[in-house]
């Protein structure tokens, strides 16, 4: 008996794309099935676009599960496919729309047999791959081999996934991202061998070979049969925020495409701001020399932001020349100009801050939600968080803990807690866990002996104290025990009495080190060390910093536990978090040469160019107000304090016609002494 099932490919539909859409979206969607580049501005509604182009493909005829839609985020391929479902009154559940992972998952999962994957194999998260790296450096006892500066599995990790990301050697990419590691490079690479046979005998893959693995079946010419069958089962490639792929996701989009040549790529090279987690600049800048017959789009109607605001970030990002050239067009009455202030020192610029968020929310009813502050680095909001607790400002931190929560800061700070008071015996089991070959059981029965009041022990000061535990100990443990009694003796000297060096001394002497051992972004965690020392040095001794600092948690303590958690908080970020939101009111602070763009970035062009790319995302974040500051004066660490130039961005931007206005700040008198 033969049964016939009704096809349940689409119909021909049409609707009326002038009711949602503008002129040069329509042009978009309508571009006949070819190859495209598609650069959407800031605010311009690219999801919208693309959404509507997948639509017009299914609604000319094209079966749903003949579309492969690439996003960067899962939610944001279910919202897009929900969309066209409303358009057009049918099932898109069979269009192959997600992120590269996973939609390299069903890829594998289909066609993984030829390389050796059975279709059950399994998936390793970030927690079991950094467990399986571990114990392939323990079978092949890397860790006794390189002394003391192998690096720990997650960073070891993180820079494998880079270069499978970048498809560059583990090598260039340990030279390109952690120099101090260089020398371990071999045997790192020996590891990543090693790593990538355990997976294939356990029949497993991590994140990275969803990718690495479903190119190899497009590339290998011995599998060509599969990768002809692979591509053959699509008729369209679309890819959304193309401007942070990798190399290997550009290159499996170019794969994917070849045959039908139908491929929309839809992102904004000035809005390319992830290299430093592998996003790869050159596939969208150079997308018209690997496509030499593609059509440009550009997508430059703005919805977000007033006139004013757009013509401050045009001006901006026209100084770089790696770039297809465009201005964004406001759609937005007139509104406020831009505002640059100049401030005395980190400590007004928080205090403005501070005030000014204060005068928006109470005299103009703002929430504090629809304003945000946003930062080149976490560490530049350290005095902006300290001033926001003392006046009970609440707020959120969207790139991570906020400043003095984070683990790196509270490390540190234990060394200066048990120097001032050595019976601190949380303090010392929370360093002691920093030291190789000091495990927690040996952590504990240390700092019992170290925080006995000396009428108890054989007597001594701490370092003197450590130097005898070391002479017990053995092997690691006793390497450990030397340094750290080497440390604690320049801690106990007399002669440093600034919390600020004795920050710099544990950093110099070991954090720095454990730091790139243990944290993928060592450098950035370092760069808020520097910070915290900068603030510290505002105090005479280590009891005064760590008394504010108490209060300064305390308060924050109180704010949680003391009343209910408010809905409405001011927004703190990183720029690189901010990336895709939005808020009418912006502040963007410490727009200094040397912060905002960094020092390091001043030696190539590209790294420039990125910087500012990275400005232009910030102001473009802002939909009617927007703040630029800096700190005039800095002090310094080996002397006495020096003038800040403001950045060149902000340089740049200083001519006519004006599209800022400078502030001028006038302080009235007030006590200085601080809250408490």
């Known amino acids: 008996m033969k049964y016939v099932l009704k096809t349940s490919a689409p119909q ?17 969607v309508e571009a006949p ?8 501005g800031a605010g311009t509604g690219k999801t919208r676009t693309l959404t509507y182009r997948v639509a017009r493909l299914v609604a000319a005829g094209c079966n749903p599960e003949r579309i492969l839609l690439c996003t960067f985020t899962n939610r944001a391929a279910r919202e897009m496919v929900a969309r066209v479902e409303a358009l057009l009154g049918i099932d898109m559940r069979r269009c192959s729309a997600g992120t590269f992972h996973h939609i390299g ?9 030829a390389i050796g994957l059975s279709p059950d194999f399994g998936i390793l998260d970030p927690e079991d791959a950094r467990t399986l790296l571990g114990s392939v450096i323990a079978e092949l006892g890397i860790e006794a081999l390189s002394a003391r500066r192998f690096p720990t599995p997650k960073v070891l990790a993180n820079l494998i996934s880079l270069a499978t990301g970048t498809r560059q050697p583990l090598e260039k990419v340990v030279e390109q991202h952690n120099l101090k590691l260089l020398d371990q490079a071999g045997m790192m690479a020996q590891v990543a061998r090693r790593f990538a046979e355990r997976k294939r005998q356990m029949n497993v893959c991590d994140f990275d070979d969803l990718l690495s693995e479903w190119l190899r079946l497009l590339e290998d010419p011995s599998l060509r049969n599969v990768g002809d069958e692979l591509r053959a089962a699509y008729d369209h490639v679309l890819v959304d925020e193309y401007q942070d792929i990798n190399a290997a996701q550009g290159a499996l989009c170019d794969a994917m495409a070849v045959g039908h040549q139908s491929l929309t790529c839809v992102g904004d090279d000035a809005q390319s701001i992830y290299s430093f987690r592998g996003a790869d600049f050159t596939q969208i800048a ?33 100084h770089n020349r790696s770039q297809y050239p465009k201005e964004l067009q406001a759609v937005k009455p007139a509104g406020a100009v831009p505002a640059v202030i100049p401030l005395r020192d980190v400590f007004q610029q928080a205090e403005f801050i501070a005030q000014r968020v204060l005068e928006l929310h109470h005299e103009y009813d703002t929430p504090l939600a629809r304003m945000a502050v946003l930062y080149r680095n976490h560490s530049h909001s350290l005095e902006l968080q300290v001033e926001l607790t003392r006046r009970q400002i609440p707020f959120s931190v969207r790139s991570g803990l906020r400043f003095f929560e984070q683990a790196h800061i509270k490390d540190v700070c234990a060394y200066l807690r ?37 009428s108890q022990s054989t007597g001594g000061s701490s370092a003197q104290r450590l130097a005898e535990q070391a002479a017990r100990a053995r092997g690691r443990a006793r390497d450990a025990l030397t340094r750290l009694a080497e440390l604690w003796a320049i801690l106990e000297d007399p002669a440093l009495q600034s919390p600020g060096d004795m920050i710099r001394r544990v950093v110099e002497r070991h ?12 450098a950035a965690r370092k760069d808020d060390l520097e910070q915290l020392a900068g603030y510290a040095a505002r105090y005479p001794a280590a009891s005064e910093f760590l ?7 305390g308060i924050s303590a109180e704010n949680v536990l003391g009343a209910e958690e408010p809905d409405d908080k001011l927004v703190l970020s990183t720029i690189h978090q901010a990336k895709g939101l939005e808020w009418p009111i912006c502040f963007v602070l410490w727009l200094a040469e040397g912060r905002f763009p960094m020092a390091t970035a001043m030696r190539q062009p590209a790294d420039i160019e990125e910087e500012r790319r990275l400005f232009y995302v910030a102001v473009t974040r ?14 310094t660490r080996d002397g006495p304090s020096h003038m800040l130039r403001p950045s060149k961005f902000l340089l740049e931007l200083d001519t006519l016609p004006a599209v800022f206005d400078r502030w001028q700040i006038e302080e009235a008198p007030a006590d200085p002494a601080p809250v408490g």
């Not at 018209?288 to 001006?315: F, G, V």
């Not at 790139?516 to 060592?522: G, S, W």
């Not at 802002?622 to 002090?635: H, N, R, W």
């Open 286 to 318: 150079a997308f018209r020399a690997r496509h030499p017959q593609a059509d440009l789009y550009k997508l430059t109607i703005n919805y977000r932001s007033s006139p004013q605001i757009l013509a401050l970030a045009n001006r901006s990002i026209a």
């Open 12 to 28: 021909r539909h049409s609707f009326d794309l002038t009711r949602e859409l503008n002129p040069q979206q329509i042009a978009v």
């Open 622 to 635: 802002a939909g009617d107000e927007l703040y630029l500051s800096y700190p005039v004066i800095e002090e």
């Open 33 to 40: 099935p070819r190859e495209l580049l598609v650069l959407a």
């Open 547 to 553: 008394g504010e600092l108490a209060l300064v948690q």
């Open 511 to 522: 954090y720095g080190e454990y730091a790139d051992r243990n944290f993928p972004n060592a």
């Open 418 to 454: 048990a120097r001032q008071n050595p019976q601190d015996a949380l303090s010392w089991v929370r360093l002691l866990r920093l030291w190789p070959g000091i495990g927690a059981q040996t952590a504990e029965q240390l700092a019992t002996l170290l925080a006995a009041p000396l």
């Open 105 to 113: 998952n069903r890829v594998l999962r289909r066609h993984g047999q």
